[in-house]
Structure formats: structure tokens, C-alpha cells
């Protein structure tokens, strides 16, 4: 075990500047051009230290094949926010 995973587990944070810590994801958004909704996926449980699962495209892509959309009717994009800024 490295010296700053030790440290996080004896004292219960991270060392690591922030600009070193890698944010996991936590949601996706989809806009589905089909029906004109923004779905937002929760996938934090998918993101997590035990699975080190942090998406890439490809996994992304087979997560919303899989949940139903049609890729190429659609625009996506994965973030740790759970909410979207939207303007006027």
C-alpha cells in the first residue's frame, strides 16, 4: 500500500494537491433528439474506488446502447456534477 492510501485510511482524507486527485464520474447527460428529453444517469456506483471504473467512450457509448438510446440521435457528455448551468 502507498504512503498517501495509508495515510487517507488512518486519517480519513486526501493528501494529494488538488489538482492531482482525479475526479470520478457521477452522471451522464443525454440529450435524445427522439423524444426531446435530458436524461441524467446516476452512475456513482459504477464510479468508485473499488472498481476504478472512470468511463471512457466506448463504455459510455455501450452504457446508453444499452439503456436505449440511439447514438446517432443523441449528444451526450459524462461529469461529477449533478446539475446542469443552462443560460437564457
Do not use: Q
Not at 12 to 19: F, L, Q
Not at 41 to 57: F, G, S
Request: glycine content about 6%; proline content about 2%; some cysteine.
Amino acid at each position: 500500500m502507498n504512503s498517501s492510501k495509508a495515510y487517507e485510511l488512518e486519517h480519513g482524507t486526501d493528501i494529494r494537491p488538488a489538482h492531482h486527485r482525479v475526479e470520478r464520474a457521477k452522471y451522464i447527460f443525454v440529450l435524445d433528439f427522439n423524444d426531446g428529453k435530458v436524461y441524467r444517469y446516476n452512475i456513482t456506483k459504477l464510479c468508485n474506488e473499488e472498481n476504478e471504473w472512470n468511463p471512457d467512450h466506448e463504455s459510455c457509448e455501450a452504457f446508453l446502447l444499452g439503456a436505449g438510446h440511439r447514438l446517432g440521435d443523441c449528444e451526450w457528455m459524462v461529469t461529477y456534477y449533478k446539475t446542469l448551468e443552462h443560460g437564457n
